[in-house]
């Protein structure tokens, strides 16, 4: 069975400054990783993702994620917070199932962007 | 119309009320998807259909009943609901045979029982 874990609920960090969300995961099979990403009262968004090849992704609005087999991890950074930053977000770890593809989805990490 | 639209937004209902959650994707996908989101849990899976047919039933009470009448449409018909039943309800949508497993979301119903 796979699982995810984001250590952290909430982050908070200053304008400019690194942002660094944890994820880790486990799975039984070469793992399809994802980090999404929810602004409130909307659905959730892909910002990235990892299939196969490269170990660092990047995604939309800067973001990057490096897979380490080693670690079992995904974390997700980004060089400098902007404000527009601020919502939920969400690694996932997919794998098929039969005909679809069961996602496991981790608890979310609320980051806030402090001026 | 693009992506994974959802109707209506929001819903208000009483415990003993009969409603319905719709959702449509555009991407043409041929998997759907309710998720339900609740303040302080992970995203729960309650239902699948891929090619029409349901492939995951996520031990949801019956008061939960989805339909799935072609690939591109997914209802979530709701009958004597509980107040622990007010959450988000995310309806996505992906491609079988994908070899990313994306899933593509709609913006979600949020549901309130009172």
């Known amino acids: 069975a796979q699982s995810v874990t984001q250590l952290g609920s909430h982050v908070s960090v200053s304008e400019g400054a690194l942002v660094l969300l944890r994820c880790n995961y486990s799975?039984?099979?070469?793992?399809?990783l994802f980090w999404y990403v929810q602004y409130p009262n909307q659905g959730l968004q892909l910002l990235l993702k990892?299939?196969?090849?490269?170990?660092l992704v990047k995604g939309i609005n800067g973001f990057e994620a490096e897979f380490k087999k080693s670690e079992t991890s995904f974390h997700l950074t980004k060089p400098s917070a902007h404000m527009s930053d601020a919502a939920e977000y969400f690694c996932a770890v997919s794998e098929r199932s039969g005909g679809y593809q069961k996602v496991t989805f981790g608890t979310g990490t609320k980051l806030q962007v402090i001026p | 119309e693009t992506g994974v639209t959802q109707t209506p937004r929001h819903l208000v209902m009483g415990m003993t009320n009969k409603k319905s959650l719709k959702c449509e994707q555009h991407l043409g996908h041929n998997a759907m998807y309710w998720y339900k989101q609740s303040a302080k849990k992970p995203l729960e899976l309650m239902f699948v259909y891929s090619l029409e047919e349901r492939v995951e039933n996520n031990s949801v009470p019956s008061r939960f009943s989805p339909e799935c009448p072609n690939s591109s449409h997914l209802f979530l018909h709701l009958h004597t609901l509980q107040p622990e039943d007010s959450a988000l309800y995310l309806c996505?949508?992906?491609?079988?045979?994908?070899?990313?497993?994306?899933?593509?979301f709609g913006e979600g119903s949020r549901l309130t029982v009172l």
């Open positions: 996505a949508s992906s491609q079988v045979g994908s070899n990313t497993g994306e899933l593509f």
């Open positions: 990892y299939t196969t090849g490269a170990t």
């Open positions: 799975s039984s099979v070469p793992p399809y």
